[in-house]
Structures are given as structure tokens and as C-alpha cells.
């Protein structure tokens, strides 16, 4: 099974909402990552998660909040977002053994607008 | 800082032909390359990835060629068909480090 699951799918929020993003993997994966993509751009890396440890923070606004509360799941908190946060939110994840990293799988998205 | 490069940025091809996409990359010290697919409004389908020892990889009609020392690698998509239309992500990873460095993508069409 390579699947990332997303969830959920299409959110719409309000400037002054708090709402998350949850993915999950059961592929054994200790890496797990957080992309924003624009449209007709590629991914740009938020956060790396690397055994449950935050390892990278792409200087992502503080207003984006992520969350590993097990080596399956991955959270992001979002709270106050600004109108140009809309995008579609990527999950992704891969295996990590000493240091080294392989093929990362991704999950399908949320599509997120901030109203 | 690693710089891929993916050109065209957009090309169509009538169905049947040899799609043949480009990818290069600043920095020959890459641990591995993936190709990726997106088709709108998705997340990304990994197609391939070729680790810095290898040459290439194939898997059915795809084929995935990786030369360092110039920079280079090519995704071959044998008689293309129009399922094939997406977006082809080029991405490169670097030694000790889970940051993928992404080109900005091939759009294709395949022209029934």
C-alpha cells in the first residue's frame, strides 16, 4: 500500500477561523512532509517532520502550525490565514534510514480558499 | 542552491507518438531524481525515481534516464495515449538532506 490520505479534501474558511488539515500514511514512513502548491507552480516545502521531530521549517509563517502526533499521522493548524494562503495543501511521505531519504509518496491534496 | 530546469514548459502530441521530456539540474551531487505526474487540481503520482548510481529505470511505458556529469535526465513515454495529458514534475534530491528541489513542470498534451 503506498497511499497518503488527506483529509479533508476541499476546506473554506473565514480569516478569523481555526481549522486543520490531517494526513495519514501506514506505509512505515518516518519522514513526513508539508507542500503548498499554486496553481501552475511546483511544491514549495513547508515542514519536515523526521521521526516525529520537526527537522525543517521553510521560515513558514507562524500562522501555519503543524503537528506529528505519531508516526502515522500528520497535523497543520491553521489559524488566521490571509486570503493569499489559498492553495492546495500537499502531504507527503517517505522512508528515512540513517540519514537518508527515499522516494517521497504523496497524498491528493486539500484544496483550501481563504475567504 | 540546486536549479532544475524543465523545457518546454507546455507541448502537444498527437497520439501514438514518443513523448520525450527534459530535465536538468545545476548540481551533478544529487542522491536521487523522481519524476512526478499532476493532473489538475491533484496531488503528485510518483512515476520513477533513479538513484545517483543508476542510469535509468523503466517501468512499462516509461522510461527514465539520469546522466550527472552533464546535468540531465529524461523521462521517455512511449506511444503516448491521452490519458498520458498531465503535468511532469522533475524533482531532485540532495545527499543528507529531504528537500526535494522541483523543476516547474512539463504540461502535456496528447492530441487524440
Known amino acids: 500500500d503506498t497511499e497518503v490520505t488527506q483529509t479533508p479534501k476541499h476546506l473554506v474558511m473565514g480569516m478569523t477561523n481555526k481549522k486543520s488539515l490531517k494526513c495519514e500514511q501506514h506505509?512505515?514512513?518516518?519522514?513526513m512532509y508539508w507542500y503548498k502548491q499554486k496553481a501552475k507552480k511546483p511544491p514549495e516545502l513547508m515542514f519536515v517532520?523526521?521521526?516525529?521531530?520537526?527537522?525543517i521549517n521553510e521560515s513558514v509563517p507562524s500562522r501555519f502550525s503543524p503537528e506529528c502526533p505519531n508516526s502515522s499521522l500528520l497535523n497543520l493548524h491553521l489559524h488566521a490565514l490571509q486570503p493569499e494562503d489559498s492553495a492546495l495543501y500537499l502531504c507527503a511521505s517517505s522512508q528515512e534510514l540513517k540519514g537518508s531519504f527515499y522516494e517521497q509518496y504523496f497524498g491528493p491534496g486539500t484544496r483550501l480558499t481563504v475567504t | 542552491k540546486q536549479e532544475v530546469t524543465q523545457i518546454p514548459a507546455a507541448l502537444s502530441v498527437p497520439e501514438g507518438e514518443n513523448l520525450v521530456l527534459n530535465c536538468s539540474f545545476t548540481d551533478s551531487a544529487i542522491y536521487n531524481l523522481q519524476w512526478f505526474r499532476q493532473d489538475p487540481g491533484k496531488g503528485l503520482t510518483s512515476l520513477l525515481l533513479?538513484?545517483?548510481?543508476?542510469r535509468e529505470q523503466t517501468s512499462g511505458r516509461l522510461n527514465a534516464s539520469l546522466d550527472k556529469s552533464s546535468g540531465r535526465s529524461t523521462l521517455y513515454i512511449a506511444a503516448s495515449q491521452p490519458g498520458d495529458s498531465a503535468t511532469y514534475l522533475c524533482?531532485?534530491?540532495?545527499?543528507?538532506?529531504?528537500?526535494?528541489?522541483f523543476g516547474k513542470g512539463n504540461q502535456v498534451v496528447v492530441i487524440p
Open positions: 517532520y523526521s521521526y516525529e521531530k520537526l527537522s
Open positions: 533513479i538513484q545517483s548510481s543508476q
Open positions: 524533482a531532485v534530491g540532495a545527499y543528507g538532506n529531504n528537500r526535494l528541489a
Open positions: 506505509m512505515g514512513h518516518r519522514a
